[in-house]
């Protein structure tokens, strides 16, 4: 049973007011990359790695990150496209022979083994899974005029993260057919496996500690985060 983990380090990060991409900002003296990098590379579940770039940042992550850490596992870093399916796409078409896929987020840096562990047992099982944590505030859904249309209830709302993982077969086949028509609404991989496949999609327990680094604020914040490990 092989397990490939896709990371995408593609992203532009216009929000962090920054002129280096925020997978590259340096959090206590290393990449941002890698955090999720050396999570991977130590994970007994994970066979090997492929990192999703821009076609302009193959060679830095080949020599400053890959070579420089010693990411070993990493197979092959590939360009990719001018949106997030695309280049979850590019990593799908660079795996070879695997039979199961996780997708994660480059600036998603506290990814842990317990929760590799736990996304590969429910991915074996039902095929297709995403960790997420409850949502701590009530949601309110908005109608086209931002007033309150609906507030679902809260025990049943999640904040949706990576990695997400699915069965190889079963990705490739709903990207492959997601590809035929309108992408521009898609926003991740469960979404795509629930648009076009009949799978349902399994919740795990991530951590609320696995943020996104998305504006400055948060790389205060994962600073924190990494004092107390």
Request: charged fraction near 30%; aromatic fraction near 8%; proline fraction near 3%.
């Amino acid at each position: 049973m092989k397990c490939t983990a896709i990371v995408l380090a593609a992203g532009q990060g216009k929000r962090m007011n920054s002129k280096v991409q925020k997978q590259f900002l340096l959090l206590k003296g290393k990449p941002l990359l890698y955090y999720s990098l050396a999570c991977f590379q130590k994970s007994r579940e994970i066979d090997d790695i492929i990192i999703v770039t821009g076609k302009e940042s193959i060679e830095f992550c080949k020599k400053e990150i890959v070579e420089l850490y010693g990411f070993t596992k990493v197979r092959t870093v590939t360009a990719g496209g001018k949106e997030r399916y695309d280049s979850v796409y590019a990593g799908l078409c660079a795996c070879e022979d695997t039979d199961y896929v996780f997708i994660h987020d480059g600036a998603r840096p506290f990814v842990t083994e317990d929760m590799i562990q736990r996304v590969k047992t429910a991915a074996v099982e039902y095929q297709a899974c995403t960790v997420g944590m409850p949502s701590k505030d009530t949601i309110k859904i908005a109608d086209k005029n931002n007033m309150v249309s609906e507030t679902p209830e809260r025990s049943r709302v999640w904040m949706i993260q990576t990695p997400q993982a699915f069965g190889y077969d079963l990705l490739k086949k709903a990207h492959d057919r997601a590809r035929q028509g309108d992408m521009s609404g898609v926003t991740d991989d469960a979404m795509v496996v629930e648009t076009y496949t009949d799978r349902k999609i399994k919740l795990v327990e991530g951590s609320y500690e696995n943020i996104k680094i998305t504006t400055p604020e948060d790389i205060f914040i994962a600073e924190k985060f990494l004092e107390k490990i």
